[in-house]
């Protein structure tokens, strides 16, 4: 469902208070806005609440929310854009970094970097298995509310990364730049080349395959809800650095360059206008996981994002499994003319908005889901620049 005429209005007149209007005024413009157009959406109080993604499986207790992460009902990039306006969120309880899991052997390095763009910190893991070697990078971009130590704990990469030797990079959103942690995936300024975020994203990748042993043609990027967002930016507008991409509850390329567009998009869908446009040349090949109950990220933005990188020509199979105690899932796999992988797409059955087959230590995972961290390194491994 789109925003009607009247919830257009509304956001247009709030865009134009933010620049030269009382905050407030504005604020409940938004309110307004959001009590009309989300699922579900219970009337908001003076201090709103916000969620990006679903609570974990029934049966799970919610892990601790990080510092400064909005408790549920709104988008995350809309509860920040509240507090632009001078509305403030609820304070949280500060979380524990996860511990790290038995089989993670290597080290877990903090590092900095800065550009034109910003600063942004990040951390690489390094596994035990490298002693000097060339070794593929894999760069791993979290959702909204979480951090590089949440991350890596849900995804379990790290441990992937040891039975499977490779280097993991995983950036952080700074609270300054979005009072949620989300990447800026629906500013325009943030969807293109040597610009805002992906510049700083870009640059970070570089960094690591300067001061480490780098396999050049297998770098690889993932990412989960705005991170898998983020991570569609950046296989579009940097070919040349990563092999493929992984997306896992995300948006295609440019789904959105305003609040109004991303609110659509994150709903029902990237605009049909928009998705007919055609990707920056080069793209590179993905593989996309969503739930098909994902009350989130519409699931329909996965179907795009496959849309995005597939003609009607390109040769298809599909199958359909369970796994064993979880959900069901299909798999969709596209292959390019000469039988190489082009995309795949799994859509899980059941599942809503969190990584599919992930671990209850970090937030927002899906144990009962087919391995999405297994399933994008075998991916991986098939593309080599």
Same mark, same amino acid.
């Given at each position: 469902m789109?925003?009607?005429?009247?919830?257009?209005?509304?956001?247009?007149?709030?865009?134009?208070?933010?620049?030269?209007? &009382?905050?407030?005024? @504005?604020?409940? =413009?938004? #309110?307004?806005?959001?009590?009309?157009?989300?699922?579900?959406? %219970?009337?908001?109080?003076?201090?709103?609440?916000m969620k990006d993604i679903n609570p974990p499986p029934a049966g799970r207790e919610l892990p601790p929310t990080p510092q400064g992460a909005p408790?549920?009902?709104? &988008?995350?990039?809309? @509860?920040?854009? =509240?507090? #632009?306006?001078?509305?403030?969120?609820?304070?949280?309880?500060? %979380?524990?970094?996860?511990?790290?899991?038995?089989?993670?052997?290597?080290?877990?390095l903090p590092g900095?970097?800065?550009?034109a763009a910003g600063t942004r910190q990040y951390k690489l893991y390094v596994p035990a298995a490298y002693t000097g070697q060339a070794l593929p990078l894999v760069v791993m971009l979290h959702g909204c509310t979480q951090n590089p130590d949440d991350f890596a704990a849900g995804t379990e990469m790290n441990a992937q990364a040891e039975r499977t030797p490779c280097f993991v990079l995983y950036p952080a959103q700074a609270k300054s730049a979005n009072g949620s942690q989300?990447?800026?995936?629906?500013?325009?300024?943030?969807?293109?080349?040597?610009?805002?975020?992906?510049?700083?994203?870009?640059?970070?990748t570089r960094k690591v395959m300067a001061d480490y042993k780098v396999l050049p043609k297998q770098v690889y990027v993932a990412?989960?809800?705005?991170?898998?967002?983020?991570?569609?930016?950046?296989?579009?507008?940097?070919p040349e650095l990563y092999a493929a991409v992984g997306i896992h509850?995300?948006?295609?390329?440019?789904?959105?360059?305003?609040?109004?567009?991303?609110?659509?998009?994150?709903?029902?869908g990237m605009n049909e206008t928009r998705s007919a446009q055609s990707l920056p040349s080069g793209t590179r090949p993905i593989i996309v996981f969503h739930g098909d109950h994902d009350k989130t990220v519409h699931p329909r933005n996965g179907e795009q994002l496959i849309e995005q990188h597939v003609?009607?020509?390109?040769?298809?199979?599909?199958?359909?499994?369970?796994?064993?105690?979880?959900?069901?899932?299909?798999?969709?796999?596209?292959?390019?003319?000469?039988?190489?992988?082009?995309?795949?797409?799994?859509?899980?059955?059941?599942a809503g908005h969190a990584w599919s087959g992930g671990s209850s230590k970090g937030t927002y995972t899906d144990a009962r889901g087919p391995h999405a961290t297994r399933e994008m390194m075998r991916f991986f491994a098939t593309q080599q620049g």
């Open positions: 789109k925003l009607n005429n009247d919830m257009q209005d509304l956001m247009r007149k709030a865009g134009r208070l933010l620049q030269s209007g &009382p905050k407030g005024i @504005a604020a409940n =413009l938004i #309110r307004s806005v959001l009590q009309r157009s989300l699922p579900g959406a %219970a009337p908001t109080s003076d201090r709103p609440v408790a549920p009902d709104i &988008p995350a990039f809309v @509860a920040d854009l =509240l507090e #632009r306006f001078g509305v403030r969120q609820p304070a949280a309880t500060p %979380a524990q970094a996860p511990a790290p899991a038995t089989d993670e052997r290597g080290q877990f900095s970097l800065s550009n989300c990447w800026n995936w629906f500013n325009a300024i943030d969807q293109q080349r040597e610009q805002g975020e992906p510049s700083i994203i870009a640059d970070m990412g989960l809800s705005a991170g898998g967002a983020m991570a569609a930016i950046m296989g579009s507008t940097y509850s995300g948006l295609p390329y440019a789904a959105a360059t305003d609040l109004m567009s991303a609110m659509q998009a994150m709903r029902s003609r009607g020509e390109d040769p298809s199979t599909t199958e359909n499994g369970r796994v064993p105690g979880g959900h069901a899932y299909t798999r969709t796999q596209h292959q390019k003319r000469d039988g190489s992988p082009l995309a795949e797409q799994w859509l899980i059955h059941g």
